[in-house]
């Protein structure tokens, strides 16, 4: 499976969900996560992400290892999305801003 990662927070481009031939992604307030159960591998809606957000699960980068656990989880309790929407309104300022998982909103 691929997963997001932290720099998606605060930022959900939604970019990557218009590409995924699977609809994997599910949305939360201000973070996407990506459903292993329906994740292909495709690989397209890596390239999407205009924050490089997203990763193989085998090649996430070190440090960002805990968002496996985190894709898991929430993908279950959260709506699936399939049609881009409007970033968040700070998308630009918060690309790159270390230690954002504490701003995730459940
Ligand atoms: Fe997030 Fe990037 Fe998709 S910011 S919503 S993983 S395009």
Known sequence: THVVTENCINC????CVEVCPVDCFH???NFLVIDAESCIDC?????????NAIFPEDDVPA???KFLAINAELAPLWPVIDKKIPALP???A?????????????
């Open 12 to 15: 959900k481009y939604t970019d």
């Open 27 to 29: 949305q939360g307030p």
């Open 43 to 51: 690989t397209l809606c890596v390239a999407e992400c205009p924050v």
């Open 63 to 65: 440090g960002q290892e």
């Open 90 to 92: 700070d998308a630009e």
């Open 94 to 106: 918060w690309d790159g801003v270390p230690d954002k998982l504490p701003l995730l909103e459940r």
